[in-house]
């Protein structure tokens, strides 16, 4: 709605849901055809704080005339969105000691909003013990439902709220059988998300005895309030909405959303209107990046003013290890908790020798044969149905053990899941030699051990289920921002929910080990308000810029960092799976420079990419219009002060010389006095210069900048990375290139 004539209403003393119910009124009488009374519509929620609006549950007819009407700006139907720990601290080199940020200030006053499946209050992760009292400026409330009351929140989970109109509107009444109408978790996610980011810290958490020590969230005195908007595995675009407009008003400071919708214009995108009103009142939002990898252009929520979150592994693993009886070992990964740590040698079978249904090779429900199977290891593809699911299927029909086995598209990514009988997952390597064997040896037999928790592995690796870039609704932004961990995370789970999730599995634990961009994205979220709570005064793009300008591109071993998504470990990542690298928290702290963009150089970046001034009105939620380019204002994309460059050519001007020049401002967050000298790293056919080569800084808060071109002749499709680099001493404020011919 136009928030200019809503400001109108409110000095004549009339409440916004006023209004719009007389909006309401004029479609459903419009819409009656003679003699006919109309489905009168149903207000469900209003929205007065990240954007002006409502949602409302109406038919086709009404809806077309709502466009219609003086004072709306824009009508959309509903979208639904699907969502997407011990170690991970460490790994993170988040330490307990003399330096470092867990080390500075107690980020006790930040608080995280997370908008998810709710929240398990009474879990040992959300104790509030040692906690000071609840910061006096927080507005929000525990809002009572099913098992819910308002005893359950606490110094750490000061808040809790849900939402479920825009579901029921679209799917008919939650089932209570399924769920809590309440802010209660009963699916497990948003519990686990939660206790990533801001979980207290809970000595000798384990699962199953599987990677134990002290469980905590990245900001682990953070206080938490939970905001439940997805049911049944769904999350509708009114009802997250509705969350995230809430959670400003109560006075969030950090919004972390683990879930993920169709890529769509930003205009068309509810939630991303919602968080550029939310990042415009200084909260810094972090969205996943999506689980489809491991395609090129699937990556989600690709907004400039939200931070896009990738998933990596750790150096930790659960190993699983095959020996054929041809000699040959392969590793794997797996968290069976069975008495038996090996089986014997048993026969394999696959595909025509386990059963004769088409999806006998990817063991779905019903596909094997009892008389095949039974007392063998039966070898199963990854894909269609769920991995823990093939694990029943075989164990009903009565196998003895499975192999796991990786396609193509998943590479080398060794996700560990609870099976409920001997398995491991292999890499689409490690598969396709198996599958070989078979052919060879016709007698071939398997043993499968379990090796419990290990360390050390070659990390970080990006998933290869995390989606990738370049983005598919806006190339002038290099998406995802940044990789973190997302694979074998283990942290809270609701003591009452499956662990797999699936109601065949009866196993029930406090800690919980998943995978997914769901995981990655709390990650930041957590460090972000580590970082908030030592630079209070910092926007929400510079804590942003300083996540990502301090990113690390190379792994343990001093390789770059590679992708799981290939067969092997020689496939680098790039920018578009990665963003500027993996997190690299203590350096975020301390980055020397960062790029700041207020809310206005977004508005001025839309109108560059040839948005209307209609749809930029949209997203401004006020009626405004794009400066001219005889303005001072600059109207190219690439003048948006991003911390990444994204540049595009035009493949078709063959043989053509083209000049890009884009400009930069930093702003000093280091030292006092000090000089910057920038450094290149060329991307392969494209020519790249700095004016001036060093900036020179003479007090905190100063502001300089800088001009970079990019000339290029290349006319083939293809795309190359570098990066730019501004060095200090120890200061290094590197920015990566993605140059694109299309």
């Known amino acids: 709605m136009d928030n200019s004539k809503l400001l109108e209403l409110k000095s004549a003393n009339k409440q916004p849901h006023e209004w719009y119910e007389e909006i309401l009124q004029v479609t459903s009488t419009t819409s009656a055809d003679e003699g006919e009374e109309a489905l009168v519509p149903e207000l469900l929620y209003t929205y007065e704080t990240t954007m002006t609006g409502f949602s409302a549950k109406l038919t086709s007819e009404q809806y077309q005339m709502l466009t219609d009407i003086d004072g709306v700006l824009h009508a959309a139907p509903d979208q639904v969105r699907s969502l997407q720990t011990t170690y991970s601290p460490d790994f993170l080199g988040l330490e307990l000691g003399q330096t470092g940020l867990w080390n500075e200030k107690p980020a006790s006053d930040v608080i995280i909003g997370v908008v998810d499946t709710g929240i398990w209050p009474e879990h040992i992760s959300f104790s509030d013990t040692g906690l000071s009292p609840v910061p006096s400026r927080w507005k929000g409330t525990c809002e009572e439902g099913t098992n819910f009351s308002v005893t359950n929140c606490n110094k750490k989970l000061i808040g809790a709220r849900y939402f479920h109109k825009g579901y029921e509107a679209a799917y008919g009444r939650i089932k209570s059988t399924l769920e809590f109408l309440s802010a209660r978790d009963s699916r497990g996610h948003g519990t686990h998300t939660a206790s990533t980011a801001a979980g207290t810290a809970v000595p000798g958490a384990s699962f199953f005895g599987m990677a134990k020590g002290i469980a905590r969230g990245m900001s682990f005195t953070s206080r938490i309030a939970a905001y439940k908007a997805c049911w049944e595995g769904n999350c509708v675009d009114s009802d997250i909405l509705a969350a995230i407009d809430q959670a400003v008003a109560d006075g969030v400071d950090v919004l972390s959303l683990s879930l993920v919708g169709d890529a769509t214009p930003y205009y068309q995108d509810s939630a991303i209107i919602a968080a550029l009103g939310a990042s415009q009142k200084g909260v810094f939002v972090a969205f996943s990046a999506g689980n489809s990898g491991s395609l090129p252009s699937t990556v989600g929520n690709v907004a400039p003013w939200v931070m896009t979150v990738a998933a990596s592994s750790l150096d930790r693993g659960f190993l699983g290890q095959v020996k054929l009886s041809n000699g040959k070992t392969f590793r794997g990964a797996s968290i069976y908790s069975g008495n038996h740590k090996k089986t014997k040698q048993l026969p394999l079978v696959y595909k025509e020798t386990a059963g004769v249904e088409k999806t006998t090779e990817y063991c779905l429900p019903g596909s094997l044969s009892p008389s095949l199977v039974k007392g063998k290891i039966v070898l199963c593809m990854r894909g269609i149905n769920d991995k823990t699911e093939k694990g029943f299927v075989v164990k009903s029909a009565g196998g003895a053990g499975m192999l796991l086995l990786n396609t193509p598209n998943y590479g080398e990514e060794l996700v560990a899941d609870p099976h409920v009988l001997p398995a491991t997952l292999l890499g689409a390597s490690s598969a396709k030699v198996i599958k070989e064997y078979l052919t060879q040896y016709r007698n071939l037999t398997a043993a499968i ?294």
Not at 605 to 627: E, F, G, H, M
Request: charged share 20%; net charge positive.
């Open 449 to 742: 051990s379990f090796h419990g928790t290990t360390y050390g592995a070659r990390s970080p690796k990006v998933a290869a289920f995390s989606s990738r870039g370049p983005s598919p609704v806006d190339p002038h932004i290099i998406k995802p921002d940044i990789t973190a961990p997302g694979m074998n995370i283990l942290a809270a789970w609701p003591p009452m929910s499956s662990i797999t999730r699936l109601s065949s599995d009866k196993r029930r634990s406090h800690f919980n080990i998943l995978s997914g961009t769901s995981m990655s994205c709390p990650h930041v979220s957590g460090i972000a308000a580590l970082i908030k709570s030592v630079h209070t005064d910092w926007s929400p793009a510079a804590i942003k810029s300083a996540i990502m300008t301090t990113a690390y591109t190379r792994d343990n071993r001093g390789h770059l960092i590679s992708d799981l998504s290939a067969s092997s470990n020689t496939k680098h990542a790039t920018p578009f799976e990665f963003g500027s690298g993996h997190i690299n928290p203590d350096k975020a702290l301390d980055p020397g420079l960062v790029y700041d963009i207020t809310g206005d150089d977004y508005l001025h970046y839309l109108c560059s990419i040839n948005y209307t001034n209609t749809q930029v009105t949209i997203l401004a939620r006020r009626k405004y219009s794009c400066p001219s380019n005889k303005g001072k204002i600059a109207v190219q994309p690439g003048d948006l002060n991003y911390p990444s460059f994204a540049v595009i050519f035009d493949a078709a001007k063959k043989g053509k010389t083209t000049t890009y020049t884009y400009k930069r401002t930093v702003t000093n967050v280091g030292s006092g006095k000090i000089s910057y000298k920038v450094f290149l790293d060329q991307p392969k056919g494209v020519k790249v210069s700095v004016e001036p080569k060093v900036l020179h800084f003479t007090k905190m808060g100063e502001k300089q900048s800088y001009k970079v071109s990019f000339t290029g002749t290349s006319s083939r499709n293809f795309c190359s990375f570098g990066s730019l680099i501004w060095v200090s001493g120890e200061y290094s404020v590197r920015s990566p290139i993605a140059i694109t011919w299309q």
